[in-house]
């Protein structure tokens, strides 16, 4: 990982290199998708079942491509007590937190008689996308699923890949206590098409929600005026401020944490002590070594990684929010301060013992953030 002072003639190039990394789809991966979603709106389930072949290597028909309850049970059973019960309380703090956040009704009258007022109804279908490709994600479906079960959304469908022709037992059971309606076993270009359009197997929806890799970021572009979507979401990020008082090991860990999301990642310090910037580098790769991820994490950091030293914090706040990052930690003596100088990110971090990873599991907020300069502020209980 990069080490560089923001005084020196490089920096700029550094720093604007991982702000926009992943800005603008190669034309290829555009036509590709294109296609993908001409072809499913066209030929419906038979393309969908042939594409889910040619990516993801099974075969599907309308009497499988859905999770049938059995399947369901089998996979939610495989889940030990320890697990099952780490989910129930993610499930229980998120929905707390999102039920916070709900809309009322509200009418007024006005001194002259004029009545106004706005009345908030629920969609009457929504897809959620959960990847399965890399990894599974059992908290994005918890993320996706239930804030659509408490806003009173209808129906809650789930599309998801398999891995080895089987749903992940995690996963499975997130979607049975987030109240999801029905699974199923696609996913890619083809699962955003088939959601937009509807097949004769899978049902057409009014909002597509939840995180992919570039080929459902496209598709989600690309199907955006036909169907609601949530966002476009880039590359995964965090951005660290820190001080002198910052634990390095625990700034490396979450850096890591970051970058196993995939090579595309990116993980950033900002600090205006050198001293501990360089403990931050050497403390990384003693780490990486114990990740089965290694090689991922290892070009993340490489390509879009780097250790900032800044005049003081007041610059580290500037440039943090000129990056905007989906998390902000701010690792610092008084993070209450700096907190009142952030103005743009997706989730922020207080404090020494609020790793991000927290965030994407356990605190409450949902993990499903802006990229790419496209946050706004949203702020995490877990350090307030």
Request: hydrophobic share 45%.
């Amino acid at each position: 990982m990069r080490l560089i002072r923001t005084d020196e003639a490089i920096f700029a190039e550094v720093f604007l290199g991982i702000m926009n990394r992943g800005g603008g789809a190669e034309p290829a991966l555009r036509i590709s998708v294109e296609n993908i979603l001409a072809d499913v709106a066209a030929r419906g389930d038979t393309a969908l079942f042939e594409y889910t072949a040619k990516f993801d290597g099974y075969d599907l028909n309308p009497r499988t491509v859905q999770v049938s309850p059995e399947e369901l049970r089998a996979a939610t059973a495989l889940v030990d007590h320890d697990d099952r019960a780490v989910l129930q309380l993610a499930a229980a703090r998120i929905e707390k937190f999102h039920r916070s956040q709900i809309v009322k009704d509200w009418r007024d009258e006005s001194e002259d008689g004029v009545r106004i007022g706005q009345r908030i109804t629920p969609l009457e279908k929504a897809g959620i996308y959960v990847p399965g490709g890399l990894a599974s994600y059992p908290s994005t479906v918890l993320m996706a699923a239930i804030p659509a079960r408490i806003a009173g959304v209808g129906e809650i469908v789930a599309v998801t890949p398999l891995r080895q022709g089987t749903i992940n037992p995690l996963v499975a059971l997130a979607m049975e206590l987030a109240g999801v309606n029905s699974i199923f076993k696609i996913g890619g270009a083809q699962a955003i098409a088939a959601l937009t359009y509807g097949t004769a197997s899978i049902p057409r929806v009014d909002k597509i929600v939840g995180p992919g890799n570039a080929y459902v970021a496209m598709a989600k572009q690309l199907v955006y005026g036909r169907v609601d979507i949530d966002m476009i979401a880039g590359p995964s990020e965090v951005l660290v401020i820190c001080d002198h008082t910052a634990p390095v090991s625990f700034v490396a860990a979450d850096l890591l944490a970051q970058a196993e999301h995939d090579d595309m990642a990116s993980a950033v310090v900002l600090t205006p002590d050198e001293y501990t910037g360089r403990r931050i580098v050497d403390e990384l790769y003693p780490q990486l070594e114990d990740l089965p991820r290694q090689a991922i994490v290892r070009r993340a950091i490489d390509e879009y990684g780097a250790v900032l030293i800044t005049r003081d914090l007041t610059e580290a706040v500037r440039l943090a929010n000129r990056f905007a990052p989906e998390h902000l930690e701010l690792m610092v003596e008084n993070p209450e301060e700096l907190l009142a100088e952030v103005t743009h990110a997706g989730a922020v971090f207080l404090g020494q013992y609020t790793p991000e990873a927290l965030g994407d599991h356990m605190a409450g907020p949902n993990h499903i953030l802006p990229t790419g300069r496209d946050s706004q502020i949203l702020l995490s209980p877990g350090g307030l």
